[in-house]
């Protein structure tokens, strides 16, 4: 199994185990797979971020995908969606936008003499939140009740989102100006942080043969992509993951490393219980997409930095040192016992 962040170091091989769940349970991992060749057509070398999308995916969880401009991190999402042939809606976050531009919010009808709901962008399968860090606090935590809940409430009335249903947010990590901190409970409702990194040579190069031969990145059809699974079928496979057993010890291992970074004397704030039972949703969906009946320790150690780097706080000081949030979760997986 590849890593499902590039940037993570590859974790010990885990002993072999007899493949999980039932002939259908195989063909739904097969097509959920089937996903990743179809967003290659159009994206080039973010192979674990692609896993990544598709983790969150089987958890039920979102994506805050963090890189520089011009990595295809809206590409990505637009092509993980097309695969999938969700209902997807971009919004661009900027200064000026109100929590009604995401949500939804009542008109007037004069006709009718009476107020109508009118759906926001958020009602759909896949929300592409662009630049979430460019808008207010205010209207980030528009998403809040969306994320958490799955449904929109508006002057007494709740409305539930559609199913699936996955929110992908993206921000540059280098520009400051014109920007906002996420607040702490919006990070937390991420299940996974993803780095989109720079690709390597290999990989830029066929990005840039693809563009010589004709590639347009707005018109996905051209470029061969099809749909591979149905909505039926995304939950289907998100029950098979969340059907993955896990042994006690396991569960106590999780619990060990929470514990280990709320004592680490670099942070200020560790990872909560909702970062534990995180951890656990992502161990599982990694451990089904690669035919595992039950987690084991690797599974919670290649998840662990993408599903709790953005849920820690560090000290002022460890910061004016260079600590980074990634450093210290290694140090957290080194020195806490891995249950044999």
Known sequence: MTDP??????????????AAGTADDAALREAMNRVRIEVAKAVIGQDGTVTGLLIALLSRGHVLLE?????????????????LGLDTKRIQFTPDLMPGDVSGSLVYDARAGEFEFREGPVFTNVVLADEINRTPPKTQSSLLEAMEERQVSTDGV???????????????PIEQEGTYTLPEAQLDRFLLKLIVDIPQREAELAVLRRHAEGFDPRNLAAAGLRTVVTAAEIRAAQRAAASVSVADDVLGYIV????????????????????????LAAAKAWAWLGGYPAITPDHVQTMLVPTWRHRIRLRPDAELEGVSVDAVLGSVLQQTRVPI
Do not use: C, H, W
């Open 256 to 279: 060990d490393l929470a514990q280990a970074t709320r004592r680490s004397p670099s942070v200020q704030l560790g990872v909560s219980p909702r970062a534990t039972t995180a951890l």
């Open 67 to 83: 890189g520089v401009p011009g990595v295809a991190k809206t590409l990505l999402v637009r092509a993980f969606s097309s695969a």
């Open 158 to 172: 709740t409305r539930p989102l559609p199913d699936p249903f996955l929110v992908a947010a993206t921000q540059n």
């Open 5 to 18: 962040t590039p940037e993570e170091p590859a974790a010990a091989a885990a002993p072999p185990l007899p």
